[in-house]
């Protein structure tokens, strides 16, 4: 069965440090991996997405994300973390054994407390 | 552009009444989507709806209807609520199911917070 896990239900950093939210995955075939961010209140914003190619994606708002095949990893990272980027993040996987349908499998989610 | 719009935006119902949300959106997507979202659990998919005139089960369907009215607009409806409906609601559109690799990217809407009592 496909899945996310998204191991940390908290991660905790101080302004202007680099920032690391953990994200593995299991899925059959080829992954097709995304992260979203969630402000309180809000709806989920789309930040970026792997599909193929370079192994670095890079996207909103500074974030770039690692995908590691042999670890079956997807981190999302920020070299210099702000008190705006405090919020809920989530990691998800595009569902392709039953079919093109687009639907997403997300992980938990991740709060990320930024200190000043 | 609205992008995805949801009503409304809260709501309290008592167990037994029933109720219907609803999603629209203006960027011609052909494919939309309702995800339950809980503490701890992230988001679940309730329904979609691939294309106009389509409606499929997701994850945890039980309890719910939907209707797709047209390319715009797709509707949640709680017939009769329950205490464990009480969730965020949040729907979802793509713009086609059927791209190749299925690379697209859904875009949310800033969900409707149901309380049933």
């Known amino acids: 069965a496909q899945s996310v896990a998204q191991p940390e239900d908290q991660v905790k950093v101080a302004e202007g440090n680099p920032l690391t939210v953990k994200c593995t995955y299991s899925v059959s075939g080829n992954p097709y991996l995304f992260w979203y961010v969630q402000y309180p209140n809000r709806g989920l914003q789309f930040l970026l997405k792997y599909i193929t190619g370079d192994n670095l994606v890079k996207g909103s708002y500074g974030f770039e994300a690692e995908f590691n095949k042999s670890q079956t990893s997807f981190h999302l990272k920020k070299p210099s973390a702000l008190v705006s980027d405090s919020a809920l993040y989530f990691c998800a996987v595009r569902d392709i054994v039953t079919g093109n349908t687009g639907k997403l499998i997300f992980g938990q989610g991740t709060t990320l407390q930024v200190k000043p | 552009n609205a992008g995805v719009t949801q009503t409304p935006k809260f709501q309290v119902l008592k167990t037994g009444q029933s109720m219907t949300l609803q999603c629209a959106q203006d960027m011609n997507h052909n494919s939309m989507y309702w995800y339950r979202q809980d503490p701890g659990m992230g988001l679940r998919l309730i329904y979609y709806?691939?294309?106009?005139?389509?409606?499929d089960k997701g994850e945890v369907p039980n309890g719910y209807n939907v209707s797709r009215l047209n390319k715009r607009e797709f509707s949640l409806r709680l017939e009769s609520a329950a205490p464990s409906q009480t969730s965020v609601y949040f729907c979802a559109s793509m713009s086609g199911a059927g791209s190749i690799e299925g690379t697209d990217t859904q875009y949310f809407g800033p969900g409707t917070r149901l309380t049933v009592l």
């Open positions: 709806s691939a294309s106009e005139g389509t409606t």
